[in-house]
């Protein structure tokens, strides 16, 4: 079985600069998470999907940051503008969805550098 | 809301010795809870959860977690550690309708020979 796929592995932008980045979840999997970890901290839920609608965003900084699951399988989070301090790893998770199947599969993760 | 924290940010231990990890938990619900794993250079992946039934859970690889309802714990053990078990590791509580799961900080767990 395929893991969750993420890309790209690694960016580096300027402050101001528009970034996108994309997670393909295991297939079959009902729910996707996009988080964000700060080195030093755990992952923080950014948003959380159920199919294509969104059961979580209360800690999405909406101003900046927009995500999008069309069709309820791949997912792309943007950040425009970006600030410096958005530098983090974003992960993207899934899970078969419900209660007592939420085990979460994680991708490996973009690596973001703000300068 | 829940909150989670790990009083041990790093656990410097020798091989083959006990380690201990804690993770306390705040809820004012009924929660289910993790651990999970980060190796180097590796994605999260889970290493064992509670969700009901016997409070003590293990994994595959001779980690355990004992659920404390009255401490609102959830610590993790292993009798004998590895090198390879090297690692950062993560507790993590959502609730029973399966929302938001949050993250404690980690501990990273380094095992010397």
């Known amino acids: 079985e395929a893991g969750v796929a993420q890309s790209p592995r690694y960016k580096i932008i300027e402050k101001r600069q528009s970034v996108a980045f994309w997670c393909n979840p295991i297939?079959?999997?009902?729910?996707l998470y996009w988080y964000q970890q700060i080195l030093g901290q755990g992952p923080k839920l950014l948003i959380q999907?159920?199919?294509?609608?969104?059961?979580?965003d209360s800690q999405l900084p909406k101003d900046r940051f927009s995500a999008e699951r069309l069709k309820g399988v791949d997912s792309t989070l943007k950040i425009q503008p970006a600030k410096l301090e958005d530098s983090a790893v974003y992960l993207c998770?899934?899970?078969?969805?419900?209660?007592?199947?939420?085990?979460?599969?994680f991708g490996p993760g973009t690596r973001l550098t703000v300068l | 809301a829940q909150s989670v924290t790990q009083l041990d940010s790093q656990v410097p231990v020798f091989e083959e010795a006990p380690v201990e990890l804690r993770c306390n938990y705040s809820?004012?619900?009924?929660?289910?809870l993790f651990w999970y794993v980060q190796y180097p250079n590796q994605g999260l992946q889970l290493l064992l959860k509670?969700?009901?039934?016997?409070?003590l859970v293990e994994s595959i690889n001779g980690f355990e977690a004992e659920f404390n309802k009255s401490q609102t714990s959830f610590h993790l053990r292993k009798p004998s550690v590895h090198i390879s078990d090297t690692a950062e590791y993560f507790c993590a509580v959502s609730d029973t309708g399966g929302f938001k799961t949050i993250f404690g900080a980690g501990t990273r767990l380094f095992v010397k020979a």
């Open positions: 809820s004012s619900v009924s929660v289910y």
């Open positions: 297939s079959g999997h009902a729910t």
């Open positions: 998770a899934s899970s078969l969805g419900g209660a007592r199947n939420n085990e979460q599969f």
């Open positions: 999907f159920q199919n294509n609608g969104v059961v979580d």
């Open positions: 509670y969700l009901s039934g016997s409070t």
